[in-house]
C-alpha cells in the first residue's frame, strides 16, 4: 500500500510560481515512477510530469520549460516546481505513484492560476 499526500497549493497570479510537494508513505526507491497529473474541470486527468525510478524525467509538451520534477529520495519526497504559472493551468494536482503494477493516487491539491 502507498500512500501519498500532495500539499502546495493555491491561488497566483499568471506568471507567477508554485512548488507542490507529495510525501509518500513507502521508500520513493521502491517506487517505479512517480509522477503529478491535472484535471481541470471538465476534462480529463492528463500526465504533467513523471520521473522513473532511474531518475529518468517526461513532461507533457505545455509545461515543458516551465515545470520541473524533482525528488528528494531521504525524505520521500517529490515535488513539481511550477513557474511561468498560465490561467490554462489551473486545475487539481495529483501525485502519483506507480508501484507494484498499481497506480496510486493523492487526494490531490487546488491550482488556480488568475489572469
Known amino acids: 500500500q502507498v500512500q501519498l499526500v500532495e500539499s502546495g497549493g493555491g491561488l497566483v497570479q499568471a506568471g507567477g510560481s508554485l512548488r507542490l510537494s507529495c510525501a509518500c508513505s513507502?521508500?520513493?526507491?521502491?517506487?517505479?515512477?512517480m509522477g503529478w497529473y491535472r484535471q481541470a474541470p471538465g476534462k480529463q486527468r492528463e500526465l504533467v510530469a513523471r520521473?522513473?525510478?532511474?531518475?529518468?524525467?517526461n513532461y507533457a509538451d505545455s509545461v515543458k520549460g516551465r515545470f520541473t520534477i524533482s525528488r528528494d529520495t531521504a525524505k520521500n519526497m517529490v515535488y513539481l516546481q511550477m513557474n511561468s504559472l498560465k490561467p490554462e493551468d489551473t486545475a487539481v494536482y495529483y501525485c502519483?505513484?506507480?508501484?507494484?503494477?498499481?497506480?496510486?493516487w493523492g487526494q490531490g491539491t487546488q491550482v488556480v492560476v488568475t489572469a
Open positions: 520521473i522513473t525510478h532511474a531518475g529518468s524525467t
Open positions: 502519483s505513484a506507480h508501484y507494484n503494477v498499481e497506480e496510486h
Open positions: 513507502r521508500s520513493i526507491g521502491d517506487i517505479n515512477a
